[in-house]
Each structure stands twice: as C-alpha cells, then as structure tokens.
C-alpha cells in the first residue's frame, strides 16, 4: 500500500531556515529525506544551519534569497528549477517582528515587517505557484497566535500574520485548479530567536505557561508531523485551511 504520507524525493523550498523554526522544518524534511532548499538572506548562516543538519540521506542545498525583493525571489526560484526541475513544497516561513508601543511605531518599522511577513509571502507565494501550475504542488504559509489574538506590542506583526490566514483562503481559492494546494500553520509558542526573550524573562514565561494546556513550551519536532503532512499526499482535499499547533492555548 502507498505510503501517502512520504514525502521522499519532493523538492522542498524553505523561507528563513538558517534558524528557529525555519531550520527545524529544514531538519524534518531531510530526515524524511526530500531535496531540502534552505533559503535566507545571509549565506554563511545558511552553511551554518546545512552543518546543524545531520540526517543520513537527506539531500540539502543553500539558495541565497530576500523575500522582500522580487529579483532575488525570481532568481531563487529559477536557481531550484535548473537543479531539480520542478519545486513541489513551499514553505512560506521567513518572518520578522519587532515589539513596540502602537503610539510609537515608525513607518520604517511598520513597513519593514510588512515586506517580510505579508507581502514577501505573498510574492514569494506567487513565484511558487507559477513554478508549481503544470505540476501542481502544496504551499503551506506560516500564520501565528498573532493571527487570532491581539498581542500587546505586535500591532503590526499581529496585523501581518492575520493578512497571512486571509492570504491563504484566497490563494487556495485561485491556485486549486492548478492542483496546488495551499493552507497555514499557525504556531503558538516556540523558542526562537524571535521569542528568546520571552522565554528568558521569568515572569513572563510563567504567565505565557499558565496559558498553555499542555504546560509547555512547543518544540520543532511539535511542528514536524503537521508540516509533513501538509507537504504530503495525504492532505490533497484540504486546502484553504489553519493547523494551529499551539499546545490548546486557543482552545481557551
């Protein structure tokens, strides 16, 4: 019987995986043993994250790419095309925020995490599906708790990561008739880089516990099993939709 959860072989395109999430997806992958294209801005961070990798017949490559220019978009893209032919998972992962005070934040702040969050996944988005429309494919964008919730001192990364949830419902919408299916992960609290802070600070790691069911903070292999399943075949009738993979804060 096909196994409809494999996803050996499939070429795997990763925004923002020199850390944080971005690299555990990448890990997940390889060890599931897809052609693993890790994407990011700086390529020595890259190399480093390639190293941090150890999976036996995982295939792994660096691509050099800013989700906020559509030049190195296009040329990441075509980068993967010349050596594997064909992209079939996007991972829409690459994201910024930077906390501040909603009376305070600059228009540099407001647009430099706008061009991140939501308009580099949507062009990045767009680029996928064109190298996806005769071969169908799965985009899976990546939301946040800030996606449901207002977060004090997010405005704006709240703000993006809502348009990501909308983002996802239209694209599906559009993209299903190429067989490219596209839906969001929604993670709640991991630590990353982004969130080491929170961690750190005692009081409010406890207040961020208290808040979680399952009295814990998510790690990436909590995110493994719900991103290869959107990447697999076992997810062709779904589209459209949010895994929030938060350990039940939203359930309350």
Same mark, same amino acid.
């Given at each position: 019987m096909k196994n409809r959860f494999d996803v050996a072989g499939k070429s795997v395109l990763i925004t923002g995986a020199g850390s944080g999430l971005g690299l555990g997806y990448a890990k997940a992958f390889a060890e599931a043993d897809s052609l693993v294209f890790l994407a990011g801005r700086h390529k020595v961070k890259l190399l480093q994250a390639l190293k941090q990798i150890h999976a036996e017949d995982g295939q792994m490559e660096a691509v050099v790419l800013d989700v906020t220019s559509q030049e190195s978009i296009d040329e990441g893209i075509k980068t993967i095309l010349r050596q594997c032919g064909r992209l079939d998972v996007l991972i829409n992962n690459a994201g910024y925020e930077q906390v501040g005070d909603f009376t305070q934040v600059t228009e540099e702040q407001y647009d430099h995490i706008m061009a991140v969050n939501l308009k580099g996944a949507y062009f990045m988005g767009q680029a996928a599906a064109k190298a996806m429309q005769?071969?169908?494919g799965k985009i899976i964008n990546i939301g946040s708790l800030g996606s449901f919730i207002g977060l004090k001192e997010s405005s704006v990364y709240c703000a993006s990561k809502g348009g990501i949830v909308q983002l996802t419902k239209t694209m599906a919408l559009e993209l299903g008739k190429y067989g490219i299916q596209v839906n969001c992960l929604a993670p709640g609290y991991f630590v990353t880089p982004m969130?080491?802070?929170?961690?750190?600070d005692a009081k409010q790691r406890a207040w961020i516990e208290s808040r979680i069911p399952l009295g814990r903070w998510g790690t990436?292999?909590? @995110?493994?099993?719900?991103? @290869?399943?959107?990447?697999?075949?076992a997810s062709d009738y779904i589209t459209g939709e949010t895994i929030k993979v938060d350990g039940g804060w939203l359930a309350s």
């Open positions: 005769k071969t169908g969130t080491q802070k929170f961690y750190d990436s292999e909590d @995110l493994a099993g719900a991103a @290869l399943f959107l990447a697999s075949a």
